[in-house]
């Protein structure tokens, strides 16, 4: 069976100040505030709203688990809660360029994630069916997104 993927969405997605709540045994825990940003794609565009991006650091730094879950305001109206997990992969020099808030060539880390939606929209509800697929780039204040979704 051979998968194949349609455009969903692109979303660039405003992000607060990194909080960490310290190192553990399994990595530095960290949550990033999700405050706002925008989504367009066709037929299906609107607004991102509030939520948070929990994060596990590698002890090495060069591993950052995600686990984002926010809600979108679709122009229509609806609602969509995303839960989003993935990584963000490259060497510690770039994260930590990236941590500063460079602007550092996408090209040179590795950072995808799988999303899963649900809203009560009936117009929409496809969505509850569906699975995400984004690559992303992480910005000085922003994370930006092209969602793919996987037929």
Excluded: C, K
């Amino acid at each position: 069976m051979t998968l194949a993927f349609e455009p969903l969405f692109t979303a660039a997605v405003d992000v607060g100040v990194v909080q960490s709540l310290g190192r553990t045994p399994l990595g530095e825990r960290r949550v990033v505030p999700i405050v706002g940003g925008t989504f367009a794609g066709e037929g299906l565009s609107g607004d991102v709203l509030s939520g948070a991006d929990w994060q596990w650091a590698s002890h090495d730094g060069g591993l950052i688990s995600l686990e984002a879950h926010y809600a979108l305001h679709e122009r229509g109206g609806a609602l969509i809660e995303v839960e989003s997990r993935g990584v963000r992969a490259a060497t510690p020099d770039v994260l930590e360029r990236l941590a500063r808030g460079d602007d550092v060539d996408p090209r040179e880390y590795y950072f995808r994630t799988v999303l899963r939606f649900a809203t009560g929209d009936t117009r929409l509800g496809w969505l509850n069916r569906a699975i995400g697929v984004a690559s992303a780039q992480r910005r000085a204040r922003r994370v930006d997104l092209d969602v793919y979704r996987l037929l």
